[in-house]
Structure formats: structure tokens, C-alpha cells
């Protein structure tokens, strides 16, 4: 009895989303049984507005969504979602997760993404016209935000001769990256930081709460104060 409360209070925002739209429903549970190999609710994508979406599989690649990849259609934007997995490569989502139209992501063969999601904040990941490229791995931690126009890799996807041209990438928990920012191979921002607009964050480790700003990105402050995915007021005092 306690069970099947529980299953049908997990399954109600599904109910929910099928009434709204019907047909986006349908096309998640397309997607879902067509690609996802492993979910906890069904279906694993939330459609938010007409678009394309495109998956690629190859041999023995794995899609893991642990809970929702929602699907957003930011300002009436347009830009097909694409996913591309090679041989082996395996896409982990571990909790609520969001991709906005435009939004490209690209294992190699053998590479793995995680995607922690959302913990504490309202939501959290990637607003739009945006590209992930994964020669290894790369993971990006809880509650982050990841503004539009920016580019994430762990690799240079060019040799050069003596250089390794692959090293894991890490964005950590509570991070927001600014719109046109770049995080590029080897990078390790930690936790509650913020990476502002336009800026190229290099190889490296950067400590938390950290300002990074600049190409290349410089800690511009240390200790900074916490923000938070949603607006509010400011009062102020004379």
C-alpha cells in the first residue's frame, strides 16, 4: 500500500506534463524507450516547448537519467538538442537537469559525462547555444548554472607534440558560468564559484568561492558571498 502511494506521488509531475502537452508526452516516451537505458521515472525527458532533438548512439553507449533531462525552449529560441555518444562513451544525469535549445554535447568514444543536477537551487544546468565536448570526462557538480554561448571540453582535440591533449575537467557543486565562458581542459573550478561572462578558464585548480574573470581567467577575489539561481529583492537602508 505504502508502495504504491509512493509510486504514484513519484509519478503525478508525469501525469501532470501529459495533460499539458500530450504530444511532447508521447515524444518523451519515444525518446525514453528509444535511447535512455537506464531511468527512475518515466518518461526521463521533460519536453518544455516545440523542438528537435537529436541522439546518436553508437556500439555499447550508455544514457543514464537517474531523474529528469528537461528539454527547454528558452525565448521562443530555436536549435536542434543533440547528444552524441561514440563506442562505450556513457552520459551519467544524476538528479533534475536542463539542456536549452542549441545545446550540443559530444562524447568520444570511451568518455564519460556526469551531470549532478539539481540539489538545492530551483534548477540547475545549460541555458542554450551551447557545446560540451567529452574526450574522457568531464563532470559538472549540483545546483550549477551555465549560462548561453559557453564551451566545455577536456580536451584540446588537437595533438601537439610533448603536450597531453586530454585531462579531466571539473566544474564543482554551486558554480555559475557566465554567458561566452569557456572552461577548457584540465580546469578545476571548485565549489561555489562564480566564472563571469566572456571569460577562459585554463588549466589548473581554483579554490572555492572564487571569482574567476579574464582570458585568461584570473581569481579576481576570493571568499566571495553565495548567490543563488533566483532573484529577490535588496533592501536597502539610508
Not at 548512439?57 to 528539454?71: D, E, G, P, R, T
Not at 544524476?94 to 543536477?117: R, S
Not at 557543486?173 to 564559484?193: E, F, M, Q, R
Not at 581554483?206 to 535588496?234: C, D, Q
Request: glycine share 8%; net charge positive.
Amino acid at each position: 500500500m505504502i508502495n504504491s502511494l509512493k509510486k504514484n506521488i513519484r509519478n503525478y509531475p508525469s501525469f501532470i506534463f501529459f495533460l499539458k502537452s500530450p504530444i511532447n508526452w508521447f515524444y518523451a516516451a519515444y525518446l525514453t524507450f528509444r535511447f535512455v537505458d537506464e531511468y527512475s521515472f518515466f518518461p526521463a525527458f521533460q519536453i518544455n516547448g516545440s523542438m528537435k532533438i537529436k541522439v546518436k548512439k553508437q556500439k555499447n553507449a550508455k544514457l543514464v537519467i537517474k531523474n529528469k533531462l528537461i528539454l527547454e525552449r528558452w525565448l521562443n529560441g530555436d536549435g536542434c538538442i543533440s547528444f552524441s555518444l561514440g563506442n562505450n562513451a556513457k552520459c551519467i544525469i544524476e538528479n533534475d537537469f536542463i539542456l536549452g535549445q542549441g545545446t550540443k554535447i559530444y562524447l568520444a568514444p570511451n568518455a564519460q559525462l556526469i551531470l549532478h543536477g539539481k540539489s538545492k537551487e530551483s534548477g540547475s544546468g545549460i541555458t542554450a547555444n551551447s557545446v560540451v565536448m567529452v574526450n574522457e570526462c568531464v563532470e559538472i557538480g549540483k545546483d550549477c548554472i551555465i549560462a548561453w554561448d559557453t564551451f566545455i571540453t577536456d580536451c584540446d582535440w588537437h595533438g601537439i607534440e610533448g603536450k597531453n591533449s586530454t585531462k579531466k575537467t571539473v566544474i564543482g557543486d554551486h558554480t555559475w558560468i557566465g554567458v561566452g565562458a569557456k572552461v577548457l581542459k584540465g580546469a578545476v573550478v571548485n565549489k561555489n564559484s562564480i566564472v563571469t561572462s566572456l571569460s577562459v578558464v585554463l588549466a589548473g585548480e581554483y579554490p572555492e568561492r572564487a571569482l574567476l574573470s579574464g582570458s585568461p581567467a584570473k581569481i579576481l577575489k576570493t571568499n566571495i558571498a553565495n548567490w543563488h539561481r533566483e532573484m529577490f529583492p535588496v533592501n536597502d537602508t539610508v
